[in-house]
């Protein structure tokens, strides 16, 4: 099992741009979380995915959307990127009923 | 709004000493994590709390959880350098809540 996967590892992108960013739940798992974390701080829960809709979503602007498909797989994507969007963007996933959230390496986005 | 907050937020302490850090959150949860993070790196699962009372441990870490209280620890053993690294307390109300974290630094 190879566990929660995601991609790119490392990204830089133009302020103004837009990036999409992708992730492979754990065999099983139905369920995809998008966590954002800034340099020194807790993650910041963005969205959760279940059955290809969004069920929750955090404190986040419109330019955030995401995306799960039929294989549970998911995208993250943020337009109009700004320099506060650089961070490490965290993907979880879990199976619905589970106790617990398994995390992917992140993805570190930097906006210059 | 649940919130979480954790401390300390920065602990510097000796090898072989004990010590804990605390977990508070504001509202009732069904779970509560324990994550594990290296520089650079991603979050590693250490413990999942699902009940009052419950008390789990891996090695020389060990965590409770009270609910009345909303109140959790993690208590470390005899510190090694090893377990320099942040920690940080999650709470899941349909979704994960993570505090600020505690950044441990063991000083050999």
């Known amino acids: 099992d190879a566990g929660v996967t995601q991609s790119p590892t490392h990204l830089i992108k133009t302020r103004g741009q837009q990036v999409t960013l992708r992730c492979s739940p754990k065999s099983g798992h139905d369920t995809v979380s998008w966590y954002q974390q800034a340099l020194g701080q807790g993650p910041q829960f963005i969205f959760q995915y279940y059955e290809e809709e969004e069920r929750q979503r955090g404190n986040f602007p419109d330019r955030f959307s995401g995306h799960q498909f039929p294989n549970y797989s998911s995208e993250l994507n943020v337009n109009a990127l700004l320099l506060g969007d650089s961070a490490l963007y965290l993907c979880a996933s879990s199976r619905t009923g589970a106790a617990e959230a398994f995390f992917g390496q992140g993805t570190r986005l930097t906006v210059v | 709004e649940l919130k979480v907050e954790q401390n300390p937020l920065f602990l510097s302490m000796q090898e072989g000493k004990n010590y804990t850090i605390y977990c508070n959150y504001s509202?009732?949860?069904?779970?509560l994590y324990w994550y594990r993070q290296d520089p650079g790196k991603s979050l590693e699962s250490l413990f999942v709390?699902?009940?009052?009372?419950a008390v789990k441990q891996e090695g020389r870490l060990m965590a409770s959880l009270d609910t009345k209280a909303r109140l959790s620890t993690l208590h470390i053993t005899a510190a090694v350098h090893d377990l320099s690294a942040t920690y940080f307390c999650?709470?899941?109300?349909?979704?994960?809540?993570f505090g600020k974290g505690t950044r441990l630094h063991i000083l050999p």
């Open positions: 509202t009732t949860s069904d779970r």
């Open positions: 999650a709470v899941d109300r349909d979704k994960i809540i």
């Open positions: 709390l699902l009940s009052n009372g």
